[in-house]
T-cell receptor, first 117, second 116 residues
Framework: AQKVTQAQTEISVVEKEDVTLDCVYE???????LFWYKQPPSGELVFLIR??????QNEISGRYSWNFQKSTSSFNFTITASQVVDSAVYFC??????????????FGTGTLLAVQP | NAGVTQTPKFQVLKTGQSMTLQCAQD?????MYWYRQDPGMGLRLIYY???????DKGEVPNGYNVSRLNKREFSLRLESAAPSQTSVYFC???????????????FGDGTRLSIL
């Protein structure tokens, strides 16, 4: 069975603080993909990053960084120097590839991040 | 750039009524999906279409039907709406899927559906 767990339901930080959002996944597939999406208060879902199971390199994009560790089945997301505009619900998602099967996404329950000014 | 377009954006129905949610994408994607989002439960897959002419059940298909009208359009139908189907519905699409290249899904803005 595939599962994504985001244990942090809500996080509140003050602007300029660093914050890490946790994501733990479960899958028996050796090839899989992990994603992060952002859902701001306006409601749309914005794609942030995709990582495949063969690439454990960490990635940095501006104030965002992602730490993928297969040994602990985790794909954590860090925002450095948080800003009020980062306030949103963040979803981690998993998709397993089986030689051409469609990439159905299994979502975590999301983490609501509130950045206070 | 329209991307994925969903209509309507809001709808209120009475129990037992039927309706169809429309979704269209202009990115020439093969695969399309319907999700529902409920508080505290993330997004759950209702139905998906890997390619034009095919549809398959997702995690929560009961009470819904879908039609992949052509490559661009994928509709979701509620035949007899129930209060438990009150939710926000998202349509998504994705490009090439296969070993080494699962493309991210692109989402529409959602349809807020209330069933009284």
């Amino acid at each position: 069975a595939q599962k994504v767990t985001q244990a942090q339901t809500e996080i509140s930080v003050v602007e300029k603080e660093d914050v890490t959002l946790d994501c733990v996944y479960e899958t028996r597939d050796t090839t899989y993909y992990l994603f992060w999406y952002k859902q701001p208060p306006s409601g749309e879902l914005v794609f942030l990053i995709r990582r495949n199971s063969f690439d454990e390199q960490n990635e940095i994009s501006g104030r965002y960084s992602w730490n993928f560790q297969k040994s602990t089945s985790s794909f954590n997301f860090t925002i450095t120097a948080s800003q009020v505009v980062d306030s949103a619900v963040y979803f981690c998602a998993l998709s397993a590839s089986k030689g051409g099967a469609t990439n159905k996404l299994i979502f975590g329950t999301g983490t609501l991040l509130a950045v206070q000014p | 750039n329209a991307g994925v377009t969903q209509t309507p954006k809001f709808q209120v129905l009475k129990t037992g009524q039927s309706m169809t949610l429309q979704c269209a994408q202009d990115m020439n994607h093969n695969s399309m999906y319907w999700y529902r989002q409920d508080p505290g439960m993330g997004l759950r897959l209702i139905y998906y279409s890997a390619s034009e002419g095919t549809t398959d059940k997702g995690e929560v298909p009961n009470g819904y039907n879908v039609s992949r009208l052509n490559k661009r359009e994928f509709s979701l139908r509620l035949e007899s709406a129930a209060p438990s189907q009150t939710s926000v519905y998202f349509c998504a699409s994705s490009g090439f899927v296969g070993r080494g290249s699962n493309q991210p899904q692109h989402f529409g803005d959602g349809t807020r559906l209330s069933i009284l």
